[in-house]
């Protein structure tokens, strides 16, 4: 065996001209987001960025050498905005009509394109990391309903107390659902073929998501929701989709969607998304735009993405009044909520 010995140094330098940039990018839903939640939700994915960028970056206690992981970091920053509760995931998730939460999950990894999806989960405090056992202890890719509820008990989840993830904001955004329903109001989402306005539901909107692609170039996704206000019980929506909420390959690009979960199936926004990247050499900007506004053009729903491309460039669009979006780039928290509004504070 050739042994070639160099410094530490040196190792690093050879390495870091062959890795790529690490980058997480983050969202926390699209819809319309009312002026009161803007600040919680700006101040969420910060700490979202904050609790995914340390496992994304080279590890300190290696030279700078170890790379860290995409996939870990979309789980913890997906983590840190199901349990906060300015965002429908989680605690703080939307209620369906009989009162409860539902939520669900997916997460990919784009080099083996290996994945996990959850749906129909109750009181358990972190969607994600069922998500990810399925992938990782199982030889399937989606479980649901009770099973899914047993497995993510059998691995470890926590067993939250009945109703210890429904917030008062739930509460009374299903009671005002349901007073446009009693007063005879049209509560559907979707428009007819004669209005093409958008009636967004009380609540709060949207998903939670996280993409990345760390030093080695491998790319992960991770989306996490609890639906829609006033959803019928068993409803699932895209999140929980490959190619429609979530979608990874390294040759390509990742994504993760926000909106109207009807209308993204539909669509299958993501993987629109990567074939826009793919087969139109399009950047992961360009993409992300043309495949959102084909969606609402042909469908009327509204929705957004985010997404990575394999060389580590960031698309950020959305049809919706409103999507939080973030990352974190030379120390900076670069941010935004609204339409052509990019703002930056120090990280």
């Known amino acids: 065996m050739h042994v070639v010995h160099c410094t530490k140094a040196a190792l690093h330098n050879l390495i870091s001209n062959t890795m790529t940039t690490p980058m997480l990018l983050v969202h926390g839903g699209a819809g319309d987001i009312s002026d009161a939640r803007v600040p919680g939700k700006t101040k969420g994915m910060k700490l979202a960025l904050k609790a995914g960028l340390p496992l994304l970056m080279p590890s300190p206690e290696c030279g700078g050498i170890e790379a860290g992981s995409a996939l870990d970091a979309v789980e913890a920053a997906v983590r840190a905005m199901e349990e906060d509760e300015n965002f429908n995931a989680g605690y703080g998730a939307c209620l369906n009509s009989d009162g409860n939460v539902e939520v669900e999950a997916s997460i990919m990894e784009g080099s083996r394109l290996q994945a996990g999806c959850v749906t129909l989960l109750h009181d358990i405090k972190y969607p994600i990391s069922v998500a990810r056992c399925v992938m990782e202890r199982t030889n399937h890719t989606f479980l649901g309903g009770e099973s899914a509820q047993k497995f993510a008990l059998a691995n470890g989840a926590e067993q939250l107390p009945a109703?210890?993830?429904?917030?008062?904001?739930?509460?009374?955004?299903?009671?005002?659902?349901?007073?446009?329903?009693?007063e005879g109001k049209d509560t559907t989402y979707a428009p007819t073929e004669l209005d093409k306005t958008i009636k967004e539901r009380p609540g709060e909107p949207g998903t939670v998501g996280a993409v990345a692609i760390d030093a080695k170039g491998n790319i992960a996704v991770?989306?996490?929701?609890?639906g829609i206000t006033g959803k019928v019980a068993g409803r699932i929506g895209d999140t929980p989709l490959l190619g429609c909420g979530t979608y990874a390959d390294n040759k390509w690009g990742g994504v993760s969607t926000t909106g109207h979960g009807e209308t993204i199936m539909r669509f299958n926004l993501a993987q629109k998304i990567i074939a826009n990247i793919r087969y139109c050499?399009?950047?992961?900007?360009?993409?992300?735009?043309?495949?959102?506004?084909?969606?609402t053009e042909r469908l009327g729903g509204t929705g957004g993405a985010i997404t990575i491309g394999p060389t580590g460039d960031i698309g950020v669009a959305w049809?919706?009044?409103?999507?939080?979006?973030g990352y974190v780039r030379n120390n900076e928290y670069i941010y935004g909520i609204?339409?052509?509004?990019?703002?930056?504070?120090p990280f």
């Open 163 to 182: 109703g210890s993830l429904v917030t008062q904001s739930a509460r009374d955004a299903l009671k005002q659902f349901k007073q446009q329903q009693s």
């Open 281 to 295: 050499n399009m950047s992961a900007q360009e993409a992300t735009e043309v495949a959102c506004k084909e969606m």
């Open 319 to 325: 049809t919706s009044k409103r999507m939080g979006w």
């Open 222 to 226: 991770a989306t996490s929701t609890g």
């Open 338 to 345: 609204d339409h052509g509004k990019v703002l930056k504070e």
